[in-house]
């Protein structure tokens, strides 16, 4: 292996610290309103070890929904390419992409033949440097089924797990990132599938975090993602942890309001074209926003959910300079500004539902993507089930940058580990064990993980 300090030694994140750069010719060209081009910045900063790398790590994405990656890196000024992506759906937004004249989407999988993971046969796997996924979190999540392990969607996670095992000890995977419900690690199940994913690949420093996205942007929603690291990625194995994931104040993003998201210019909803009971609702909220705004003066817009009603238990609440969770369907939410919450609607500066594409931007992709899809249901639908641009960028940047500082992930591409330096990189193995009684023990983890 090569010294690690003799690769970006002195490579350390710090999206403010980077100098500014233009953005990439594909993000000039968008077609982008209100402030959108403000996150359109942020997004490019907190690229800088993607072009520290001068491109795009290869990456398995099961699960992969709009493709965090795909925008990350576009917005980042590197060419992104598919190399190993599987979804279920979406077969609509990545032809539509296509057709627009989106590269490197030639591997995108989709569809309930070719985009499931379940089917998948692992052999045929491309070595891939990270692992990325979402995998339905419907089974654990308050607002889903919440039937764990007896849900059969939660064998898509499984299936996930066991391709982080495959790409391990293929010796190429140096990093995964899978996000999903905050109460996931909670259920046993997953508990189960953690303890087995520390056995087989014992070389890898895993931890699971939980973080609510109102910490990065203006989006009350928390989820949880388990992060894994290669051990010689490490700056310091003897150190406890992984790299932390990334700060609002580092990634830029603290300065990125509600009113960054929307729209300017979009048309109030007269209330007569509501239904009764969200008239009603409608009455009760703006009650409740007058009161929080002299509590409050400071706050700009409210966030309701419309279809609850403010008054039960399981009723709706009144969200402040951000938005409620994003779901695939449930609740409409309702915008209300702040400064005149006592005017008449036609004068207030937001008296209307979020936009479509407003549900897009607060998940980091461009607004644009609603068009890439035959109806309004589907698109909520997607923004509802796609992980967060800049939570994802915050939770894996500083493993890459580790890699990067530690000659593991370079420029060139690739740098595949043998068997046998895998098995270095176990401290539980003994170091008087022979090659050969190594290459054995290892050979009977992989048959049991396969």
Same mark, same amino acid.
């Not at 610290?17 to 910045?41: H, I, K």
């Not at 089974?139 to 790409?167: H, I, N, Q, W």
């Given at each position: 292996?090569?010294?690690?300090?003799?690769?970006?030694?002195?490579?350390?994140?710090?999206?403010?610290?980077?100098?500014?750069?233009?953005?990439?010719?594909?993000?000039?060209?968008?077609?982008?309103?209100?402030?959108?081009?403000?996150?359109?910045?942020?997004?490019?900063?907190?690229?800088?070890?993607?072009?520290?790398?001068?491109?795009?790590?290869?990456?398995?994405?099961?699960?992969?929904?709009?493709?965090?990656?795909?925008?990350?890196?576009?917005?980042?000024?590197?060419?992104?390419?598919?190399?190993?992506?599987?979804? #279920?759906?979406?077969?609509?937004?990545?032809?539509?992409?296509?057709?627009?004249?989106?590269?490197?989407?030639?591997?995108?999988?989709?569809?309930?033949?070719?985009?499931?993971?379940?089917? #998948?046969?692992?052999?045929? #796997?491309?070595?891939?440097?990270?692992?990325?996924?979402?995998?339905?979190?419907?089974?654990?999540?308050?607002?889903?089924?919440?039937?764990?392990?007896? $849900?059969?969607?939660?064998?898509?996670?499984?299936?996930?797990?066991?391709?982080?095992?495959?790409?391990?000890?293929?010796?190429?995977?140096?990093?995964? !990132?899978?996000?999903?419900?905050?109460?996931?690690?909670?259920?046993?199940?997953?508990?189960?599938?953690?303890?087995?994913?520390?056995?087989?690949?014992?070389?890898?420093?895993?931890?699971?975090?939980?973080?609510?996205?109102?910490?990065?942007?203006?989006?009350?929603?928390?989820?949880?993602?388990?992060?894994?690291?290669?051990?010689?990625?490490?700056?310091?194995?003897? !150190?406890?942890?992984?790299?932390?994931?990334?700060?609002?104040?580092?990634?830029?993003? $603290?300065?990125?309001?509600?009113?960054?998201?929307?729209?300017?210019?979009?048309?109030?909803?007269? &209330?007569?074209?509501?239904?009764?009971?969200?008239?009603?609702?409608?009455?009760?909220?703006?009650?409740?926003?007058?009161?929080?705004?002299?509590?409050?003066?400071?706050?700009?817009?409210?966030?309701? /959910?419309?279809?609850?009603? &403010?008054?039960?238990?399981?009723?709706?609440?009144?969200?402040?300079?951000?938005?409620?969770?994003?779901?695939?369907?449930?609740?409409?939410?309702?915008?209300?500004?702040?400064?005149?919450?006592?005017?008449?609607?036609?004068?207030?500066?937001?008296?209307?539902?979020?936009?479509?594409? /407003?549900?897009?931007?607060?998940?980091?992709?461009?607004?644009?993507?609603?068009?890439?899809?035959?109806?309004?249901?589907?698109?909520?639908?997607?923004?509802?089930?796609?992980?967060?641009?800049?939570?994802?960028?915050?939770? #894996?940047?500083?493993?890459?940058?580790?890699?990067?500082?530690?000659?593991?992930?370079?420029?060139?591409?690739?740098?595949?580990?043998?068997?046998?330096?895998?098995?270095?990189? $176990?401290?539980?193995?003994?170091?008087?064990?022979?090659?050969?009684?190594?290459?054995?023990?290892?050979?009977?983890?992989?048959?049991?993980?396969?």
């Amino acid at each position: 292996m090569k010294d690690k300090h003799d690769h970006a030694a002195a490579f350390v994140f710090s999206a403010r610290a980077s100098c500014p750069r233009p953005l990439s010719t594909s993000v000039q060209n968008a077609s982008v309103t209100g402030m959108w081009a403000e996150f359109l910045q942020v997004l490019h900063r907190t690229g800088r070890i993607l072009r520290f790398l001068g491109r795009c790590p290869t990456a398995a994405e099961p699960c992969v929904g709009l493709g965090g990656l795909r925008a990350w890196a576009e917005a980042s000024g590197v060419p992104y390419k598919a190399h190993e992506c599987y979804d #279920l759906e979406l077969q609509d937004f990545y032809g539509s992409l296509q057709a627009r004249g989106a590269r490197g989407l030639e591997k995108v999988h989709t569809g309930p033949e070719e985009g499931d993971v379940q089917r #998948l046969h692992f052999s045929k #796997l491309m070595d891939c440097e990270i692992l990325l996924s979402g995998p339905p979190c419907q089974p654990f999540c308050k607002g889903g089924a919440r039937k764990g392990s007896s $849900d059969c969607r939660s064998d898509v996670l499984e299936s996930v797990v066991s391709m982080v095992m495959e790409l391990a000890w293929r010796g190429s995977l140096v990093a995964f !990132v899978i996000e999903n419900s905050s109460a996931l690690p909670s259920h046993e199940y997953f508990k189960e599938l953690l303890r087995r994913l520390e056995c087989t690949v014992p070389f890898f420093r895993m931890e699971v975090v939980r973080r609510n996205l109102k910490d990065l942007v203006p989006h009350q929603r928390e989820r949880a993602w388990l992060r894994g690291l290669r051990t010689d990625c490490l700056d310091d194995v003897t !150190v406890p942890g992984l790299p932390p994931a990334a700060s609002a104040m580092e990634m830029g993003t $603290d300065k990125l309001t509600l009113e960054s998201y929307l729209e300017e210019g979009a048309p109030p909803a007269d &209330p007569a074209t509501l239904t009764t009971i969200m008239q009603a609702n409608l009455s009760l909220y703006k009650d409740l926003c007058a009161k929080a705004h002299k509590a409050s003066p400071h706050v700009r817009v409210f966030a309701v /959910e419309l279809d609850r009603n &403010p008054l039960k238990n399981y009723g709706g609440c009144v969200s402040e300079d951000c938005i409620p969770p994003l779901r695939t369907g449930g609740p409409k939410v309702f915008l209300l500004s702040a400064a005149d919450i006592g005017k008449c609607w036609k004068q207030m500066k937001y008296h209307r539902f979020l936009l479509v594409s /407003e549900r897009f931007a607060l998940q980091g992709h461009s607004p644009e993507s609603a068009q890439d899809f035959r109806g309004k249901s589907a698109a909520v639908k997607a923004a509802g089930n796609a992980f967060n641009v800049l939570a994802m960028a915050s939770m #894996l940047t500083p493993l890459l940058e580790s890699a990067a500082r530690n000659g593991v992930l370079q420029r060139g591409g690739i740098v595949k580990r043998t068997t046998a330096e895998l098995l270095q990189l $176990d401290n539980s193995f003994q170091p008087q064990q022979s090659q050969q009684d190594q290459e054995r023990v290892c050979a009977g983890k992989r048959k049991r993980a396969g």
